[in-house]
């Protein structure tokens, strides 16, 4: 059990390095639109923020979780299947836990995924200033180890 409380907590603070998730564009409409793409491998995590812009307004953000699992036993995985790490995740975030408006977990081919959409709107003001621009945004997310592109 304390292997599973060890790797929760890997999630947790990575996203606590970051301070906010980021917002996946599918369909960019008008050429004001730009996405912020930053991703990191921390501790066997592989971590991908997207922050959705239009003009300087972010509006949307998300974040995936990789997590290779195949070195662990079949009843391991099996404890990883029944463990809520969304829920982990948002118990452990209170400062974020309101801005949480979707969390998906999935164990798929040996592999632990989360993903998670993020309420804008419910972000904390001082993250929010951090993000006013893309560059800006992507400025303060390669200050804790992430590698940031951003797409127009």
Known sequence: MRKYGIIALVVVLSFVMVGCGNGKDKAKKKSNETTLVCTQTQSGVDIEFNVGFKGKSVRKIDFNYDMDISSYTDEQIKMFENQD??????????????????????????????YAVLDVHKLDGDISKKMTTPKKAKEELEKTGYKCKINK
């Open 85 to 114: 790490f969304c829920k982990l995740v948002k118990d452990t975030m209170s400062d974020y836990k309101s801005a949480f408006k979707d969390c998906k977990q999935s164990v798929k081919n040996k592999h632990l995924k989360l």
